[in-house]
């Protein structure tokens, strides 16, 4: 397979490297514009950190991400008072910060956060634009530059695990998916340094698996294991022992699956 290079995925640029499946960077800029906030859906590995990190470089505007868990609080996010040098002080939280900053403030994997942790986002996500810290008695508003991204795993989630109707709504969304065998050969080549036959020979293997049967694998061969993959096959390893090591071995610890998909490599792979 030959794949055509555009003029600006060889040249390089200050902006981390995307290169979009549909119409998610007009999207972004039109929700940017607009001042809605934005709600990434996609399986693990599909781009979706990338893309926010493409857009902030490309708005020119500060980027800060916050990686949720069940832990995290609302303090967490707005801040609290600490203790400094004998004294109490005020120590803003991440989200306060990129409203102080008009940054996008990113909130990756949001559902794996408490329920009641996430209802703090809601002024800021819709008409009112605002984040009211009650332990200062101060609303702040967001400026123009401000935006509001959240992402998640629709695969992921359970009826315990997922957005309330009452965040959704608010949200304006974009979906993504792998990318083509055209398109992840050029995210391959541009990524990683492998050059293009190679690039073509790897990405039959990820395509062959997401092809299997989905009761057999708890997930599938993202665009990012396949680029640690091949920067595996830069070093020197033979493809199948890197396909190994950053493709299958992350992903399955059954005996029986992983028999399986030793023969799915060598049968994609030159040995």
Same mark, same amino acid.
């Given at each position: 397979?030959?794949?055509?290079?555009?003029?600006?995925? +060889?040249?390089?640029?200050?902006?981390?490297?995307?290169?979009?499946?549909?119409?998610?960077?007009?999207?972004?800029? %039109?929700?940017?514009?607009?001042?809605?906030?934005?709600?990434?859906?996609?399986?693990? /590995?599909?781009?979706?950190?990338?893309?926010?990190? &493409?857009?902030?470089?490309?708005?020119?505007?500060?980027?800060?991400?916050? %990686? #949720?868990?069940?832990?995290?609080?609302?303090?967490?996010?707005?801040?609290?008072?600490?203790? &400094?040098? =004998?004294?109490?002080?005020? =120590?803003? /939280?991440?989200?306060?910060?990129?409203?102080?900053?008009?940054?996008?403030?990113?909130?990756?994997?949001?559902?794996?956060?408490?329920?009641?942790?996430?209802?703090?986002? &809601?002024?800021?996500?819709? &008409?009112?634009?605002?984040?009211?810290?009650? +332990?200062?008695?101060? $609303?702040?508003?967001?400026?123009?530059?401000?935006?509001?991204?959240?992402?998640?795993?629709? =695969?992921?989630?359970?009826?315990?695990?997922?957005?309330?109707?009452? $965040?959704?709504?608010?949200?304006? =969304?974009?979906?993504?998916?792998?990318?083509?065998?055209?398109?992840?050969? +050029?995210?391959?080549?541009?990524?990683?340094?492998?050059?293009?036959?190679?690039?073509?020979?790897?990405?039959?293997?990820?395509?062959?698996?997401? /092809?299997?049967?989905?009761?057999?694998?708890?997930?599938? #061969?993202? $665009?990012?294991?396949?680029?640690? $993959?091949?920067?595996?096959? #830069?070093? /020197?390893?033979?493809?199948?022992?890197?396909?190994? %090591?950053?493709?299958?071995?992350?992903?399955?610890?059954?005996?029986?699956?992983?028999?399986?998909?030793?023969?799915?490599?060598?049968?994609?792979?030159?040995?």
């Amino acid at each position: 397979m030959q794949v055509a290079f555009s003029a600006d995925e +060889r040249r390089t640029v200050e902006q981390p490297y995307y290169l979009p499946s549909g119409n998610e960077i007009e999207v972004f800029q %039109a929700a940017h514009r607009q001042r809605l906030p934005l709600m990434l859906k996609a399986l693990t /590995g599909c781009g979706k950190t990338r893309l926010v990190e &493409h857009m902030a470089a490309r708005l020119g505007v500060p980027l800060i991400t916050i %990686a #949720c868990h069940e832990g995290i609080t609302a303090a967490d996010l707005v801040g609290r008072y600490l203790l &400094h040098g =004998g004294e109490t002080v005020w =120590g803003d /939280g991440p989200l306060t910060r990129a409203v102080r900053r008009g940054a996008i403030c990113y909130l990756d994997e949001v559902v794996e956060a408490r329920a009641d942790t996430t209802v703090v986002i &809601h002024p800021l996500a819709d &008409h009112r634009r605002e984040l009211n810290l009650e +332990r200062l008695d101060e $609303t702040l508003h967001a400026p123009d530059n401000f935006m509001l991204v959240l992402s998640y795993n629709p =695969g992921y989630q359970s009826v315990l695990k997922d957005l309330k109707q009452s $965040t959704r709504q608010r949200m304006v =969304g974009i979906e993504l998916d792998y990318p083509p065998a055209e398109r992840e050969i +050029r995210i391959l080549v541009q990524e990683s340094g492998i050059d293009q036959v190679h690039a073509v020979e790897l990405v039959t293997l990820p395509h062959a698996i997401r /092809g299997l049967d989905a009761s057999m694998l708890p997930d599938v #061969c993202s $665009t990012r294991t396949l680029v640690s $993959t091949a920067r595996l096959l #830069c070093e /020197g390893l033979s493809s199948r022992a890197a396909a190994m %090591a950053a493709m299958l071995l992350p992903l399955c610890d059954d005996a029986e699956v992983m028999r399986g998909l030793r023969e799915v490599v060598n049968t994609c792979l030159p040995d």
